[in-house]
């Protein structure tokens, strides 16, 4: 064979080698890159998981919706200045310090746990001033306490407290002409649920503030609470951990209200713990020993209010006829 042709062959075969390690750097190349893209997909729906995961451990799923699947959301700034606007035009309310309802030891609770006598020297539970107003929209509650809230859950020697928060209690109001009551909790929740049997409770990892609205009682359960047709966690809250106050934003629009409609309503704060029913009551307008406080008769967008005493309320004939339909409609013993 000449050196020509042998040097020709020789090119050929380089070359031919070399275009087979391309090649298969090329192949390397994708198959490396087609790792490195799936890597990805992978991390980033890993990611997604996790943080599904971690929102639903942060939330309680029965407690973070009403029957009506509305859940509580937060101000924005504008709503946040309307609501402390409407709040400066309102009805304010003095409490004094340590003032605490003392429930009659012969009271049994519906759940058989029992109710603290000597109620716990906690400021978060106990009312420092109420503030009532309204807009073309809203009803606003500013509760304030005389301690600021712990941000995760609250001990108290041996004791443990899952649910705080101050509540306008029995609301009453006409809708569609036809009387109606409502409680409206603005409540700050410290555990996934309620105590167990052997009062142990489970803490939430973020601490849940929100509104509880129910509407319309129709009887009692077999532990004494009230049945109700509705039941909403709608409107807006601010305050609760760190701070000292909660204030409520509830739409007028689901009590079927508007400015210059008048309602009548007490105010308490109620405290529960692991160990007790009740750890602690606080009324507003307390008068005597009557756990529900005075009433308020109060004109929505007005900065006056009328005080009625609890018999005078309960003498009310629609009153009348809702007591008597909650009663013939008791479950409880």
């Excluded at 990611?47 to 939330?59: A, F, N």
């Excluded at 020993?289 to 005080?307: H, M, P, Q, V």
């Amino acid at each position: 064979m000449s050196e020509e042709l042998m040097d020709t062959t020789d090119q050929r075969e380089a070359n031919e080698i070399k275009n087979q390690a391309h090649g298969s750097r090329k192949v390397i190349l994708k198959s490396w890159g087609f790792w490195v893209i799936l890597t990805i997909i992978f991390l980033v729906l890993a990611g997604v998981i996790y943080s599904k995961l971690i929102q639903h451990q942060l939330s309680p799923a029965k407690e973070s919706a009403g029957l009506d699947g509305q859940t509580t959301r937060s101000f924005s700034k504008s709503e946040l200045d309307a609501a402390n606007a409407a709040l400066a035009k309102g009805v304010k309310f003095e409490d004094p310090q340590n003032d605490f309802y003392i429930i009659p030891k012969d009271v049994i609770e519906g759940d058989g746990r029992p109710n603290n006598n000597k109620p716990y020297p906690l400021g978060y539970t106990d009312m420092k001033s109420f503030t009532v107003a309204a807009d073309e929209s809203y009803l606003y509650f500013k509760h304030e306490l005389w301690d600021k809230f712990p941000r995760s859950l609250p001990q108290y020697g041996d004791d443990s407290i899952w649910i705080t928060g101050p509540a306008v209690d029995q609301m009453f109001f006409y809708k569609d002409g036809q009387a109606d009551l409502a409680q409206i909790i603005s409540e700050l929740g410290y555990t996934t649920g309620r105590p167990t049997a052997d009062n142990k409770v489970s803490p939430l990892k973020k601490p849940e503030l929100r509104n509880s609205i129910m509407m319309s009682p129709t009887g009692l359960d077999s532990t004494g609470d009230n049945i109700v047709k509705n039941h909403t966690r709608s409107g807006m809250i601010a305050g609760g951990v760190g701070t000292d106050y909660v204030l409520s934003a509830v739409p007028l629009n689901i009590f079927g209200l508007k400015l210059g409609d008048e309602i009548i309503f007490s105010v308490g704060d109620e405290t529960g713990s692991a160990i007790y029913h009740h750890e602690s009551v606080d009324l507003l307008l307390e008068e005597g020993n009557n756990k529900n406080g005075d009433k308020i008769r109060y004109k929505l967008g007005s900065a006056t209010y009328e005080r009625m005493s609890l018999s005078d309320f309960e003498k009310m004939p629609d009153m009348i006829e809702i007591d008597k339909r909650i009663r013939n409609n008791s479950k409880a013993n």
